[in-house]
């Protein structure tokens, strides 16, 4: 993540990506930090994830379908232990994958 130059609303992905985990899992921005796993480290639910993709889809700007979110974690993190493996760089690479998808169906 660090490096990442794409901007959300003017600020970095990444600075959004933490937003928006921090609200969904109330807690301190600060605990949301690279390689920490949602669910082991930052006691995510499931449910949690829903509320994750329909954040994303305000700060965006554009709807996105919760089955997307499924598609990408079965093709992207298949036979992994997701309890370990969802961390905040994997919500940004869902994110950087949902615009670039946006760009091209806007075209």
Do not use: C, H, N, Y
């Not at 709807?63 to 992994?80: D, E, H, M, N």
């Amino acid at each position: 993540m660090p490096g990442d130059s794409t901007l959300v609303g003017g600020r970095p992905l990444e600075d959004v990506i933490r937003q928006i985990i921090a609200e969904v899992l109330v807690i301190a921005p600060g605990d949301v930090q690279p390689g920490k796993a949602l669910v082991r480290d930052l006691g995510a639910e499931s449910i949690d994830f829903l509320d994750l993709v329909f954040q994303l889809e305000d700060a965006l700007g554009f709807r996105i379908p919760i089955q997307r979110w499924q598609q990408f974690t079965s093709v992207r993190l298949a036979g992994k232990d997701l309890s370990v493996v969802i961390t905040p760089e994997v919500i940004q690479q869902f994110a950087e994958q949902e615009m670039r998808e946006q760009e091209m169906r806007v075209q």
